[in-house]
């Protein structure tokens, strides 16, 4: 059973449009981050997010995470090709020893 | 953010030998970093917990006796694949624990390819 669902796996949008991705869990989160990664590279911390309904902005990409810390989103306006590659979210769960859950991933490629 | 390096980045290696893998964190003291598998358009799966001056934890289903986990300061972790075979072949990833401002947060290393011919 996969502890953190993180939706959709695949994603070819057009330069310009918007997108979501989410994770989802039935666990609870102290605090939850997401990685972009590119192939041959490893994963690039974008944010953490640590409280209930906390939202946070990174230029184009808006986190949110959920209000009882068990689910997330990832949005991203007006993409660009820039934006191609893979974003895993990843949740520390309450009263672990801080290993990491991951998502399986969402592979994004966004087509000028 | 912070920095972790891993080195060598890609190694290629005759089946049998034993390969050794180095992540150091280069602007924070790390007490605790992880080893990561990753194979081909999939997520990263956790190997182990390497945590400074004690025994690393293995997750179920990786022998600890085939990938060697060494912590012996804080800022250095390393992974050896001893006598590798083949199905060894992957992308090993390495992360390191920091706690900095009252978050915790993993930094990744760049990743070490390895191919066992």
């Known amino acids: 059973t996969q502890l953190l669902e993180q939706s959709p796996q695949f994603l070819s949008i057009q330069e310009g449009e918007n997108l979501t991705v989410y994770c989802n869990s039935s666990?609870?989160?102290?605090?939850l981050q997401w990685y972009r990664q590119e192939p041959g590279e490893g994963p690039v911390l974008l944010v953490t997010?640590?409280?209930?309904?906390e939202v946070k902005k990174l230029k184009r990409l808006t986190f949110q995470f959920g209000d009882a810390r068990k689910d997330s989103s990832l949005h991203i306006t007006a993409a660009q090709p820039g934006d191609t590659g893979l974003y895993l979210c990843a949740g520390a769960l309450t009263g672990s020893q801080g290993n990491l859950i991951f998502g399986k991933g969402t592979k994004l490629s966004v087509k000028p | 953010g912070a920095v972790v390096s891993q080195h060598p980045s890609w190694v290629i290696c005759k089946s049998g030998t034993s390969v050794k893998i180095e992540c150091r964190s280069l602007d924070f003291q790390a007490t605790t970093m992880f080893w990561y598998r990753q194979f081909p358009k999939q997520s990263l799966m956790l190997m182990a917990t390497?945590?400074?001056?004690?025994?690393?934890?293995?997750e179920q289903g990786v022998e600890k006796d085939k990938f060697l986990i060494n912590h012996a300061s804080l800022t250095l972790s390393t992974l050896t694949v001893t006598s590798a075979h083949p199905e060894d072949s992957s992308f090993y990833i390495c992360?390191?624990?920091?706690?900095?401002?009252?978050?915790?947060?993993?930094?990744f290393g760049p990743g070490t390819r390895l191919l066992v011919l």
């Open positions: 390497s945590n400074e001056g004690s025994k690393a934890t293995y």
């Open positions: 992360s390191a624990r920091d706690w900095s401002g009252g978050t915790e947060t993993q930094y």
């Open positions: 666990s609870v989160f102290s605090s």
């Open positions: 997010v640590v409280t209930g309904g």
